[in-house]
């Protein structure tokens, strides 16, 4: 086996949990190195959504430069292919004028996407997904979880079975080709014209935890239900059609709100639950996935 190339350019990825400290440590890492940060949040990037995402503060984005952050609309659906073709361009023209730069996120799709690129899937057929996205407003997850046990046992086995998003893209495939999407997934990596260091945060679980309780509760104090309710009247939103960016924790607990679904009590435990869940699923992942730094 040759050696691997030595890389004079380098991209330092932060990776963890939500609210394990992420963009405070990413901004310390960009001004030691001179350098800037592309995020690698799905959600950051819509310039229709700021308290629920965490999106980093005015002082923050002015203390480093920071792309890939409010750069998109809520209407204008990124994938994680889109993201790395988008970050991969960007990288290229930052390296002009620095040997490192900075990514950080948790979106452990998008960074694998730019770090080793994706397989190639069958292409997404609107129809189908819109019938599948009935289906499971319907049944919710349950709904989900029987017929993918059903149709893709191999993607049940040991996909992740608490996504919507990523289980609906399994049965979509399945109902195009008749094909596991695991079937589709060769492992094969794309090989990159830089250097990578991996750097996974974390912290015990009941301090993250306590540290995700008390970011909801901040975000409640900073106005996210305001927030919320502007982007139901502006877009005339509910809950049984969201856009897929909407589809995401802060947001569709305290759409349902609105509509009259859950009390704000409700909404607000509901928050906090699933965002422990998620950042659970985000540790699972990248310990799973990311390198050694």
Not at 38 to 65: H, K, M, T, W
Not at 259 to 268: N, T
Request: net charge negative; proline share 5%.
């Amino acid at each position: 086996m040759s050696a691997s190339p030595v890389h004079k350019k380098k991209v330092h990825i932060i990776a963890g949990p939500t609210a394990v400290g992420k963009t405070a440590f990413a901004i310390q890492k960009a001004l030691s190195l001179g350098t800037e940060i592309i995020s690698f949040d799905s959600r950051q990037c819509y310039c229709e959504l700021n308290i629920g995402v965490a999106r980093p503060s005015a002082d923050e984005l002015a203390a480093v430069p920071h792309h890939f952050i409010a750069s998109h609309s809520i209407f204008e659906p990124v994938s994680a292919a889109g993201f790395a073709q988008w970050a991969l361009a960007k990288a290229e023209a930052l390296f002009a004028d620095h040997d490192d730069i900075v990514l950080v996120g948790g979106t452990g799709l998008y960074i694998k996407a730019f770090a080793f690129g994706l397989d190639e899937m069958p292409p997404s057929d609107a129809g189908v997904r819109a019938s599948l996205q009935a289906m499971y407003n319907d049944g919710g997850l349950p709904w989900l979880a029987t017929t993918l046990h059903q149709l893709d046992p191999l993607y049940a086995a040991d996909g992740e079975m608490q996504n919507p998003h990523r289980m609906l893209r399994a049965l979509e495939v399945f109902q195009l080709t008749g094909r596991s999407i695991r079937s589709f997934q060769t492992g094969v990596l794309a090989e990159r014209p830089f250097g990578m260091e991996w750097t996974l945060l974390e912290m015990p679980r009941e301090q993250l935890y306590q540290r995700i309780n008390h970011r909801v509760d901040a975000m409640m104090t900073a106005g996210l239900l305001d927030e919320v309710r502007s982007l139901v009247d502006r877009f005339h939103l509910s809950p049984d059609q969201l856009p897929q960016a909407l589809q995401t924790v802060g947001y569709t607990e305290l759409i349902a709100h609105l509509a009259g679904r859950l009390s704000l009590d409700e909404a607000i435990t509901q928050i906090k639950t699933n965002s422990r869940h998620y950042a659970k699923r985000q540790l699972t992942w990248f310990r799973k996935f990311a390198p050694a730094g």
